[in-house]
Every structure is written in C-alpha cells, then in structure tokens.
C-alpha cells in the first residue's frame, strides 16, 4: 500500500472570488471491442467503487442495472462518512443499507479508497473520486470519469448480454444532438450548479449559482411538462433521465436546506419533474434499488463539516420521496381549488 498523502478538501475547491470549481476526471480510458484493446470486455474482469450518496455514482448502478451488468460487473459501495482521508470502506463489523457495503473486497488491508489510487498510480496527485472502474487483472483503475463509464457500458459488453439487455438503447442516435445539448445545461447549471451553490464561499457567486440552478430547473419543468412523458424524450428512456435523476431524487432530502438551494422544493414547485422522479423511483427498480437515503443523508450532513460543523442531520422530509398517489398539502389545496 502506498503511503497516504495530504489533499485539499472538496470544501477548499472554491477559488479566490468564493466560487467553487470541480477538478476535471484524472483516468479516462475506455472499455472496448477493438482487437488490439487494452481493456476489453470481459465477464468479471472489471469491479466498480462506488457511493451511495454520490450522484456520479449513482449514475453507474442504475446504468449497471439497466444494462442487466450485474453477473458481469461487480462493485463495492463505500461507507458514507469522507472526511480528510475521502471515502473509506466500512468494516466487517458495520451493517449499512445497500448492497455490497463492504470492506475492500479486493484489497484485504486498504482501509480507504485513496490506497486503490496510490496503488495504481503511486504518484497519483488527482482526486479520490467515485465512481472508479477497477481492471482486476491490469490490477489497475480504468476510469473515474462517469459520464464515460456509464458510455460504456451501454453497448461494450453487449456480447455476454440477453437480447432484451442488449436492446436497451440510453443513447439513440435520433435522439443524440438533443441529450448532448440537454446534459451541458444538465451538468452546468444543475448537477455541478447545487454544488456551486452549496460550496460557494462569498455571497456574489452563491447567488449566481442558486440563480441559475433554479432557471434550468424551470426550463427542465418545462421540457417535461411538453415531452408527453413519461420520460424526458417522451416514450424512451435515455441518458438525460439518469443523469437528471441522480440530482433531483437528493434536491429536497439534502440540497434544499444543505446547499441552500431553496427557493423551492421539487415535490411543491415542480410538478411535472416530481410526477416524472416518482415515476422512475417507483415503477422501475434499476433506480429505486440503487437510491439509499441513508446514505444520501449522512453523507452530506456528516462530512462538510464547513457547511455543518455540529453534523446534525435534519430528520426531514418525510417520507423522503412521496408515494404516486401523494401530493403535499399545499399542492393538494391548489388541485382542489382548480
């Protein structure tokens, strides 16, 4: 194991104006077919590290499960307490929600996530980041950049795949230009926008990020007040579901009040996106099986302890996500009185 090095906490990412800049991805290689690959698709090659509580990794669970991945790709979840050593696995002692909560499977005496990046990279001077794709046998990481991982595994393993995994299409070309148009909006102003607001610190650049977040929150209630639903393109599934997803299923439990985000709830201001977020919670399992709140909660209330130093973690909302058939009173009111 490598020896530990000291890095800068997410919390001290903010430049000199108090704006909070996200560090770019350090390893970017690709899964794939070709003959003279590196890393090429093979059943039980590849092992996934990811958080619960991350939505990045979020991502890679649901597109694990959607792809029907998981005999082919295995994965361990991290503990959700980071503090100055980043994420840390749990030990055997620990029962956590979620599966696969474990120590290190691969690894008998790494203790933190930070040690399978020293170990691959002894020099290493990036991020400790999840998700990470592990090649157990280059021993070795692959990626920990998720927008690529999750590419990947759209179609790279589709020969070890049944007919109705390989038919499931998250990128269609039709509906390509418009998902790349949508995510770099997505990812700007909402994804990486709740963290601009939430790890600002000056007054000036919180105001412009919670100004922006809640413009494209607005036009993403938009688009899918018009999509016809019950996806963001209409009728199909895509990557701008999932990627959406993984921030607004965190918006009202943590952003709203962590991350000051709070000129509105998702379940009393947005309609269409709350019918849209429940509709993928609760009807299909590949994101309702891969959301643990408990982890979402303490993560973020427990770890920024610059932004909660007391590491109190509110009780609410509750129920964390409402059921279909539910609205909160204030909505209830309003469909009544209409």
């Not at 290190?104 to 990046?117: A, G, I, K, S």
């Not at 962590?258 to 709350?274: K, Q, S």
Request: proline share 7%; hydrophobic share 35%.
């Amino acid at each position: 194991m490598s020896s530990d090095k000291s890095k800068p906490s997410i919390l001290n990412w903010a430049s000199e104006n108090g704006e909070f800049k996200r560090k770019p991805s350090a390893f970017r290689n690709w899964i794939t077919t070709e003959p003279d690959a590196k890393f090429s698709p093979e059943k039980d090659r590849y092992h996934l590290y990811v958080s619960y509580a991350c939505p990045w990794a979020h991502r890679a669970l649901i597109v694990r499960k959607l792809k029907g991945l998981e005999d082919i790709i295995t994965f361990t979840a991290v503990h959700w307490h980071m503090l100055d050593m980043g994420w840390r696995f749990a030990t055997p002692d620990e029962k956590l929600p979620g599966d696969n909560v474990t120590p290190d499977p691969l690894h008998e005496n790494f203790t933190h996530l930070r040690h399978v990046y020293f170990d691959s990279e002894p020099d290493y001077e990036g991020r400790f980041t999840v998700p990470t794709l592990y090649d157990k046998k280059l021993k070795t990481i692959v990626s920990n950049e998720s927008s690529e991982i999750i590419r990947m595994f759209y179609h790279a393993f589709d020969g070890m795949l049944e007919d109705k995994y390989k038919r499931v299409e998250l990128f269609p070309k039709d509906l390509q230009p418009k998902i790349e148009e949508t995510n770099e909006w997505t990812y700007t102003d909402i994804n990486n926008g709740v963290y601009k607001s939430g790890f600002a610190t000056a007054q000036e650049p919180y105001e412009k990020a919670v100004v922006t977040l809640f413009k494209s929150l607005d036009r993403a209630e938009a688009d899918l007040r018009k999509s016809g639903g019950p996806y963001y393109f209409g009728d199909r599934l895509t990557e701008a579901d999932i990627r959406l997803y993984t921030t607004i299923i965190r918006f009202d439990v943590v952003y709203y009040y962590h991350f000051r985000c709070n000129f509105h709830l998702i379940r009393d201001g947005y309609p269409a996106m709350h019918k849209w977020l429940r509709h993928l919670y609760w009807d299909i399992p590949a994101f309702h099986d891969t959301t643990e709140f408990t982890h979402i909660k303490n993560h973020y209330t427990k770890s920024h302890r610059q932004i909660n130093p007391q590491s109190i973690t509110p009780l609410g909302p509750d129920p964390p996500i409402l059921p279909k058939d539910k609205e909160v009173a204030a909505v209830e009111a309003a469909t009544r009185s209409s």
